[in-house]
């Protein structure tokens, strides 16, 4: 412990430990996560983070970003209250010695320059919380200031379950510190508080003349001696609440907590960008993935500079538009896109098998709709399908581009657990959210099979997410589908599982189906390296004035399971007037009114896909949707 020769903050000085009992727990190294660290990561976590603590009442949780800049005098009496002299400097002196650490020295030397500017950004949320529990136990307070890669989160529709995202308060410090103000709400509903302490992430060091080896982090505190050693402890009561003004972290006492970074900087960028520029992408970033929780009134959003206010407003952001409109009319009766603006939906099932103690799950279902994209549309997200939950943060615009077909672009949602109704969500609901959660990796970015899955479930929840995304593509396929008539588009797993085709009967399978429009044969084999495929499509109908028809391939596993498609690399066709448009992996022959027929063959990426080498992977699926233009002008 180190202790500073004037005591300018009460009893708060700068505690290090140099290991043994009550050290903070590392449940892994953090770098080994490659969390995107942008700003508009930071806005994501941040306020999933908070979005979480939310407390069980009508009131939204509210969080307020605010951008201070400090100089001159105002910048002295901050980091003497800081205790940057005898406290941090000598810290940061010490760290930049070792390999890795000029960043710290040219820290340092900023930092002392008395004409230079230190910015600063406090995160404060109202209704949440706070920081509760104590350093001894497994609480939030001390999942945020005592251990690293733990998180306390229990609520099964918590947004995240890793405890990583708090990380980025620290990653966009560059002085790797930051203060917090927490007014928790203790269990019997009252609010207590303030509680004021600061946490430093370093590297290990020594200090001169010193032969103790410290841990890297170190906070602003009380330290106290209990009888398992020192302990650094917040400080409450009036003490906080001054030390708090001084630090900028003054709040309102509503429970919630203030998160100060110090000396604010977007570790990806060379050059700090301007304030309200950055403030602009804040509120963009807060709307694209969270607008189903400010639509909801869940969540507020402000961002405050010296200059002006921002609101963060689901209308003012135009590329989130389609989909807020998907979300509003998602339990439309249509199952068809028929004209631009158009909303459809169907369900999507989600069969998810019993969790790891033999408790049955109950069969659930996710809501999927789509809307036909429009040329006055913002095409950022052009189809895409935002996946989202109960937490009401949007995990994923999902790139479903395969799927468009023509002029048939859409962006759709998946709204999924207590996100799918506006209703107390059901027993099939709340098992649904927990599923997914846990389906989250620490980036909380994708639903995919995980650790987290494999503890909470016996085996089959890597099937059931893939079934529910085959079976969402390939309702994707439907919606989007033309409504007059024609060669049927879908797959044989949609026609199985939605009775939405006349009677619903299962079509012939295989590579080779029927058609009324189009006789269509194909083949595939793997030659060690590569696929390859062939094929043949005529038009079995008279007086056309053309026809078009795409070309992809998906790997088939041995259990029947759906795999990443396969890139086309190259195809050759024998026929005339044939013209060949790769796209994304994809080809789409576009054929002229004298192509009676045409045969191709082609071949795929070279792949190193352990899963295709190792025989996982059985064969191919070549996926061939045409479309024929009739002398009439009708297409089908």
Known sequence: MTRKPNDTTGEAEWFFFSGGPGAP??????????????????????????????????????????????????????????????????RLNAVSRAKHGRRYDDLVGEIDDPDSELHLLIVEDRNTTGLTGTWEEDSNYAALVRDELYSSKQDDTAGGSYGLGKSVLWTFSGASTVVFNSYPMESSGSTQGPRVIARSKFPTHELPDDDTTYQGAGWLC????????????????????????????????????????????????????????????????????????????DLEVTVETPEETYEAKTEDVPSIRPFLECFKSRFTENELLDSPGDVAGLDIPLNIPPRADGTETPDGEVRLAARLASPADDDTYLNRVALFRGAGMVVKYYDQSRVAFGDRNFHAILASGEARTDFPPSDPDQEVDRFLRFAEPPEHDEWESTENLREQYQRGFRTALEDMFETMRDGLRHLAAKSNGGT???????????????????RATGNSAPSEVFDIESSSRFDGERWTFSGRIEPIVENFQGWTAEISLTGIGEDGSRYDEIPVESISVDAENVTKIHE????????????????FEGHSHATDNEDMLSGKV??????????????????S
């Open 25 to 90: 727990r590392y449940g892994d190294d953090p770098t080994k996560h490659s969390v995107d660290h942008d700003s508009e990561a930071f806005v994501r976590e941040v306020l999933q983070n908070a979005n979480d603590q939310g407390l069980d009442n009508e009131d939204p949780v509210r969080v307020t970003f605010r951008f201070v800049t400090l100089s001159g005098e105002d910048k002295e009496r901050f980091l003497d209250t800081l205790d940057w002299g005898s406290g941090l400097r000598g």
């Open 222 to 297: 009380e330290p106290v001696q209990t009888e398992d050693g020192v302990r650094p402890m917040s400080i409450r009561g009036e003490k906080a609440e001054q030390l708090a003004e001084r630090l900028h972290v003054g709040r309102p006492a509503t429970s919630g907590t203030s998160a100060m970074v110090v000396d604010f900087q977007d570790p990806t960028r060379d050059e700090r960008p301007d304030i309200e520029d950055l403030a602009e992408e804040f509120v963009e970033a807060s709307v694209k993935y969270f607008w189903p929780a400010i639509f909801r009134d």
């Open 488 to 506: 049927d588009i879908l797959s044989d797993n949609v026609l199985n599982r939605f009775p939405i085709h006349g009677n619903g009967a299962p």
């Open 584 to 599: 994304n992996g994809t080809v789409r022959l576009v054929a002229e009114a004298s192509t009676e027929n045409a045969s």
């Open 618 to 635: 059985g064969e191919t699926q070549i996926e061939i949707r045409a479309e024929i233009q009739t002398t009439e002008g009708d297409e």
